[in-house]
């Protein structure tokens, strides 16, 4: 167990819906970072949270949107959803302090997404 | 843009043998981290292991080791004395060494499956 969850595990839903994913990051773990898995992209990078604030972005589509609580849990939004966002979409945390290293990201267990 | 490349679709190892699985990267950084994720069928993902780019020392734990060639841009991972349980798909990654939050998001290789025959 990596300390970090997510839910739901599955989502099934039709095309053209919205659904929301959601992450609590590890105790204490300030960055939150959210991946896609498909099957034709490989694992993709998708934005990066810092204590609230956006700090980079990958491939991220503009469908997409996602968020960093004051609690530190983070909500990924996928609307307008297509059948191609069918995927596995992960989020990992990871401690990242001030003036040394960040340390080794640790990944949930996913949210398996299937766009029907 | 930083690339990670894993050029073994798929490997298959005799369990108790060793196998050795590549990856190479490219970045024009020079303070970095390269990572060897494990994914079993559970899809979850692993860390197996870690490396400093500024530590010339190759890092292992347990029966994983790896061999990391800084100015060859390598970075393989080395099982030995495979189990039934290291079957899975092994990733390599790579991240810039950042701090208080800057970037710091994982580029991932494609994979390789590895199997591991009894």
């Known amino acids: 167990d990596s300390g970090v969850t997510q839910t739901p595990k599955h989502l099934i839903t039709a095309t053209g819906q919205r659904v929301t994913l959601r992450c609590s990051p590890r105790?204490?773990?300030?960055?939150v970072y959210w991946y896609q898995q498909s099957l034709d992209q490989g694992l993709q990078f998708l934005i990066q949270y810092y204590n609230g604030e956006e700090r980079a972005k990958g491939n991220i589509l503009e469908r997409f949107s996602a968020q960093q609580f004051p609690d530190l849990h983070s909500e990924l939004n996928l609307s307008s959803l297509e059948l191609g966002d069918s995927a596995l979409y992960f989020c990992a945390s990871s401690y990242s302090p001030d003036r040394a290293p960040q340390e080794t990201q640790y990944f949930g267990p996913g949210t398996r997404l299937l766009v029907l | 843009a930083q690339t990670v490349t894993q050029s073994q679709p798929e490997m298959s190892v005799q369990e108790a043998e060793t196998v050795t699985l590549s990856c190479t990267y490219d970045t024009s950084e020079s303070d970095y981290y390269l990572f060897w994720y494990k994914q079993p069928p559970s899809r979850q993902m692993i860390l197996v292991i870690r490396q400093e780019a500024y530590k010339q020392q190759n890092a292992t734990e347990n029966r994983f080791s790896v061999n990391f060639q800084k100015a060859a841009k390598s970075f393989s991972l080395k099982i030995s004395d495979s189990q039934l349980g290291d079957a899975a798909m092994y990733f390599c990654a790579y991240s810039l060494m950042n701090y208080g939050g800057s970037q710091g998001n994982l580029i991932f290789g494609k994979g390789t499956k590895l199997s591991v025959k009894p």
């Open positions: 105790s204490g773990d300030l960055s």
